[in-house]
């Protein structure tokens, strides 16, 4: 997994605690240039700020070019449940899943992922069940090798400074190229939520620069329409064990035309 960070060094420390308590093999992408290892974290300093989206494709590449069949990237600003990356690599979940996200915490974020428990993740109780949806943000997104392979990772160019709309973007190609995308309920984490961008650009800033360049390379793309392959209306939970519907739910917020993306670490 790669931890693409820019500074907010306290952050990405904290995250190390649960990564080597999960036992996982991780990646952190320097993009400042004044990461301070705590241990003996993997580190790679490109010498340049790679952005978001260009630091998750070169951790995504290193994991398969080194023969890993899955792998992520993950915001440096959220701390883990218990088993989080066992649920998202469950044999349990439809063999056709090409991109698997927990849910978590945050509701300035995609309404379709917020769980109904809004505790410590160390506290979390997993349940067997998954939702399928037509999009994610990226704040932990896993892709398996396949997946990576058929639509090439992230747009690292059309999504402007802060990479908005970028896994927006992936998820509709991974749709297209026959992937499924999925949220498991058994890995939660606590999201806290845009903390280098807001010390670097200022949170008003971020927001307003982020969404208009989403929006512009989104429509660039797709169209007026590209909204139409991203909202989430409903959603159908179903179970892990044999796939039924447990139940049928409504996006706790409205799926507005910024949401915060994956980028916003």
């Known amino acids: ?29 320097d993009n400042k240039g004044d990461y301070e290892p705590v241990g003996d974290e993997r580190v790679v300093t490109p010498g340049h700020n790679t952005g978001w989206a260009g630091g998750s494709n070169l951790g995504l590449r290193t994991a398969f070019v080194e023969g890993y069949d899955a792998a992520m990237t993950l915001n440096n600003d959220v701390r883990l449940s218990h088993g989080y990356f066992d649920g998202l690599l ?21 309404p379709a992922l917020l769980a109904d428990y809004e505790g410590p993740a160390q506290d979390y109780t997993p349940r067997d069940a998954y939702r399928r949806l037509p999009a994610v943000d990226g704040t932990a997104l896993m892709l398996t090798r396949d997946a990576f392979v058929a639509t090439g990772g992230l747009d690292e160019r059309s999504f402007g400074r802060f990479g908005w709309g970028a896994d927006l973007d992936l998820c509709m190609r991974l749709r297209a190229a026959g992937f499924g995308i999925y949220a498991t309920e058994r890995s939660f984490l606590n999201h806290f939520g845009r903390k280098t961008a807001d010390a670097v650009a ?24 590209w909204r139409n392959d991203v909202v ?20 706790r917020m409205v799926f507005k035309a910024d949401p915060v993306p994956a980028g916003a670490h």
């Open 1 to 29: 997994m790669t931890v693409p960070v820019y500074g907010q060094i306290e952050y990405t420390h904290a995250l190390v605690e649960d990564l080597e308590q999960e036992k996982a093999d991780y990646l952190i992408v």
């Open 232 to 251: 989430t209306q409903r959603f159908e939970v179903r179970s892990l064990d044999d796939h039924s519907v447990l139940r049928t739910e409504t996006p």
């Open 202 to 225: 200022g949170r008003r800033r971020y927001q307003f620069f982020g969404g208009k360049e989403m929006a512009r390379g989104l429509k660039k793309l797709y169209g007026n329409k």
């Open 90 to 110: 469950d044999d349990r979940l439809p063999s056709d899943a090409g991109a698997v996200v927990g849910l978590y915490d945050d509701a300035g974020a995609h």
